[in-house]
């Protein structure tokens, strides 16, 4: 019995829920099932629209100044920076980092306006 | 004597035709009409031949030709984000002044050879040039920032647009979206508006009939404030069947139906195209999307820019509103909305009108 408790608990955090914080809102995310490639390290979710989003080792985030960001990347001590616009920066994350708690903690600093995994989205052409 | 006059007259008309043959076709001289497709072009010009055989409405196009008589588009940089592009198309490379690839940091985009160069056709729609060889865009004379991004992240997406922005773009179309637009990228697109630069989105397309971007699940990138959102009018002068439509979807420009002839286009597998339709030649076929209708608004912002480059976006996108066609026998509300058709069509001839005498709030 304790064996298969055991079994639905640890098949159940497989598919457990994670959230970041997007449009001041806290948005939930499902793993989806056999859902990762290989090839390149990505996690697959869908969020409750059912819209499915990959994730990666990698975040977004969007400071009110460059040197506000810099600070920031300094107490977190993120080595792998990369700056896409004088206020946008991609940080990438170890392998062992949870990347939706790191999301969460760095909404949450004052210096930091958005903070989030830098998503792969399906864009249709139209 | 009458021999020697008759072989004179021989001879000089000999050596006018083969003068005139050897001549190099000067391209100031050219006009649209020398375009060999230009003919199939209804969502430009009024054409006799198309409204009678394909029943095809006189008024579906955007009464650009008075606009050109005014500006077509020149010195305004334009950039399209998109899949592949065939720079060396012949009907579009004069135009292109810069090409780009994000995936790529090297910046070579290799041409495509099959049948998915949708950013070809894209940019022919906004800049193909008066040069006798296919067709027209709707400002001939703008000039083509090409990027390539092939990876859907947004990371990516912001990477494109920064690009855009620091080579000069005053305009970016993006014939694409995701319905799931994330913060940052949304974060970036409003400070590109912020800057000066109008960005429009096309507003999607569903073969079983287009639908409402209203619904609460769907955050598409052509319903942000920050952008035109466009959706595609038919052959008819109405809505197209396949057009995303909503509240937030600002005008409508002809995308076209291919069930009834479809809009005239760069073939997007390019130079290898194979499709042949009604007579055109590898490079060229009739198609239809939003993503074809996004570019021609593209393109009418250029030719409104050239006139007035003080012109803010969202000066621009109200010169659009105010002077759109209202089209479908229906009503719009007070403010001149209709759920379906958004604002109406674009008229480009009104909108450069009143851009040029438009005093900027700048």
Redesign the interface.
Known sequence: MKQFLLSIFLYSTLFSDVYYY??GKKVKLTKLKEQRDVTDGTFYYK?????K??VRD?I???CNSRTECEKTFIKYSFKNTES??SN?F?IKLKKSDDIFEISQKLYLEKTI??A?P????????? | MIKFSLKVIFITTLLQFLACDKKPIDSNELTIENEPYYKYAWHFKQSDTLVENFNISPKSHINIESAWKITKGEGVKVAVI??YFEISHQDLKENIIDFYSIDNPSGYIPNRTDDAS?GLSVAGFIASPINATGLVGAAPKAKLILIQQL?????HI??AF?YAKNAGAKVINC??????V???VA??IK?LKDGGITVIF????SPLGGYSLDA???NDESELASVIGVGASNEYNDIAFYSNYGKNIDLLAPGGDTNILGILAIDDSGSFGNTLQRGLSNNYSFID???FA?PIVAGVVALMISVNPNLTPDEIRDILIQTADKIGDVSYDANGFNEYRAYGKIDAKKAVEVAKSYLSQQ
Do not use: C, M, P
Not at chain 1, 118 to 126: E, G, L, Q, T
Not at chain 2, 175 to 180: D, I, K
Not at chain 2, 202 to 205: H, K, L, P, Q, T
């Open positions: 997007e449009y969020n409750s629209a059912g819209q989003v990959g990698e977004l985030v969007k896409l616009s946008i991609l306006t958005i989030h830098n998503f792969i989205k399906k864009r249709y052409r139209r | 998109d899949n949708h990876q859907d992240n947004d990371a912001i990477k920064e014939s694409w979206g995701t319905e799931n994330s913060q940052i974060q970036k400070e096309a507003s999607g397309n609460e699940q769907i999307g939003t993503s996004a």
